[in-house]
């Protein structure tokens, strides 16, 4: 006669080896998020603020000052 295991055993197995797969696409996915807020907040931890514009001077993104507006 076959030795089976029980059912339930097989269940056991299957559910723990899911979790583990979950758990590491999980870890995959907040790897991922971490390398593209490092990407996000580089030019802000590099660079100096925009100094205060003097009396009566408009403040200037660096999106205008770079040419990516226009004034209308």
Do not use: K, N, R
Not at 26 to 43: E, S
């Amino acid at each position: 006669m076959l030795d089976l295991p029980e059912p339930g055993h097989f269940l056991e197995l299957l559910l723990a080896t899911l979790h583990g797969e979950v758990l590491s696409l999980i870890q995959a996915v907040l790897q991922i998020l971490d390398c593209d807020f490092q990407v996000l907040l580089h030019p802000l931890q590099h660079h100096p603020p925009h100094p205060e514009p003097g009396p009566g001077l408009i403040p200037a993104s660096s999106w205008c000052s770079g040419g990516w507006c226009s004034v209308y």
